[in-house]
């Protein structure tokens, strides 16, 4: 009796598994996946796939991209339940009236979004008649090194872990002719971006679009997200730059405190 429930456990961890697998590949992919491309991908075998496929199709979770192609993707369902973990949160609650007054005063797109694995996942966004276009929307992943908000997360980090970061593979990748390639060029910026109390993304991930970020911390002094201005690069000067940094300083700040932060800066004189 017990090997029997033994095995239904392992049984049933597998297959959760192997359901989350296929969820992540759903979610990274750039192009809706068939049922072979699944199976392929996540070496699995056929007729595996084709039941978690279509017992998450009949959930509701998974939709078909082009039924007659049976290409599948990601339905809304996977973005309401996350929505809704994030209205669960203090951390989302309390920042959502600051980004909106925030995006109000400026006339300008303003995001947040939190570190995953070394990469920056956009949780909210908030646009009040602006003209910015931007490819970034809830859920993308960025790299840290060439974003805004990015930038803001890794400067409150050590400098080993901004190495580790560094050393990831995507943090390579070469977006436009700002892009910063070398890990000096790196150090150099997120020491002026402490120096400043905010990070500058100047055309570094998409060639029209300027950012202001600024992270924010919890009660712990721990930094556990950021949030970012996004303006177009032609609008902006620097009596600009700087009234947008003064103003994501202080909605960062006025986010932080309400989570419990102490400190009245954005960061501390030297992060080792």
Known sequence: MHNEEGLLILKINKSASRTIELLNLLAISSKPLTQLEISQSLGMPKSSTYELIYTLLEKGIVEFDNEDLRTFRLSLKIFEMGMTVLDKTDFHKISRPLLEELSFKTGETVF?????????????????????????????????????????????????????????????????????REYNDLIDDLQQTRERGYAIDNREIEDEIFCVAAPIYDRTDKAIGAISIAS???KMDQKKTETFGKMIMETALAISKRLGFRRNQTYEKLIH
Request: proline share 1%.
């Open 112 to 180: 947040m979004a939190v570190e995953d694995k070394g990469a920056i996942v956009y949780v909210d966004r908030v646009e009040k008649n602006t003209s910015i276009t931007t490819s970034a929307g809830l859920g993308t992943r960025r790299p840290m090194n060439c974003t805004g908000l990015g930038k803001a997360l890794l400067a409150t980090y050590s400098m080993e872990r901004v190495k580790e970061i560094w050393e990831m593979r995507d943090q390579k990748a070469i977006y436009t002719n700002y892009t910063i």
């Open 232 to 234: 177009i690069y032609l």
